[in-house]
Antibody, heavy 121, light 107 residues
Framework: EVQLVESGGGLVQPGGSLRLSCAASGFIFSNFDVHWVRQVTGKGLEWVSSIANSYDTYYADSVKGRFTISRENEKSSAYLQMNSLTAGDTAVYFC???????????????WGQGTMVIVSS | DIQMTQFPSSLSASVGDRVTITCRTSRSISNFLNWYQQKPGKAPKLLIYSASSFQSGVPSRFSGSGSGTDFTLTISSMQPEDFATYYCQQRYTVPYTFGQGTKLDMK
């Protein structure tokens, strides 16, 4: 079964750091780009960051300089290192697999269940 | 950034109704437009990619159309499992952006 499982969310104080993980299974991880998308409770979806299978990385302006995306193909995993967190980063964070060429690399065809990040003192 | 305007923001419908959701982009994106369905407490699910192509397993009552700046998602006959929130998303360029969402609830 094709699957993504996020972990690492939790409660962190403003200014703190957190590292999210996304474990993939059921497909050849190294062939696919990976995205992180977040959603404030009751609100819409916001793209956060992407890492290509070439290791090129992309970030939303709202997290640039604070968040770092990475991947370890040997572990079929992707990560999102989040530093200097603020209350505005409180959200559910989803990792998502990018579609193959036909579907589009900027499409999100497989999603994890999400992990909650709460930034509060 | 490409701005996405999705409407209506909410819609009440009955089983069997035909429903149309519209998404407008701030500049032309060719057909690089996707539609997602999200149910409460769940991750979004890709329904339509490239404006009109079905993701595997998506029922044929869903259809997408449009190109350039104007796109629509149509559900030809609402089923109970279709009551959810729907989002459009452009994949034309980074930063990828989503519409604000359309919540379909039961009339």
């Amino acid at each position: 079964e094709v699957q993504l499982v996020e972990s690492g969310g939790g409660l962190v104080q403003p200014g703190g750091s957190l590292r999210l993980s996304c474990a993939a299974s059921g497909f050849i991880f190294s062939n696919f780009d990976v995205h992180w998308v977040r959603q404030v409770t009751g609100k819409g979806l916001e793209w956060v960051s992407s890492i290509a299978n070439s290791y090129d990385t992309y970030y939303a302006d709202s997290v640039k300089g604070r968040f770092t995306i990475s991947r370890e193909n040997e572990k079929s995993s992707a990560y999102l290192q989040m530093n200097s967190l603020t209350a505005g980063d409180t959200a559910v964070y989803f990792c998502a697999r990018a579609g193959a060429a036909a579907v589009g690399y900027g499409s999100f065809d497989i999603w994890g269940q999400g992990t909650m990040v709460i930034v509060s003192s | 950034d490409i701005q996405m305007t999705q409407f209506p923001s909410s819609l009440s419908a009955s089983v069997g109704d035909r429903v149309t959701i519209t998404c407008r982009t701030s500049r032309s994106i060719s057909n690089f437009l996707n539609w997602y369905q999200q149910k409460p407490g769940k991750a979004p699910k890709l329904l339509i990619y490239s404006a009109s192509s079905f993701q595997s397993g998506v029922p044929s009552r869903f259809s997408g159309s449009g190109s350039g700046t104007d796109f629509t998602l149509t559900i030809s006959s609402m089923q109970p499992e279709d009551f959810a929130t729907y989002y459009c998303q452009q994949r034309y360029t980074v930063p990828y952006t989503f519409g604000q969402g359309t919540k379909l609830d039961m009339k």
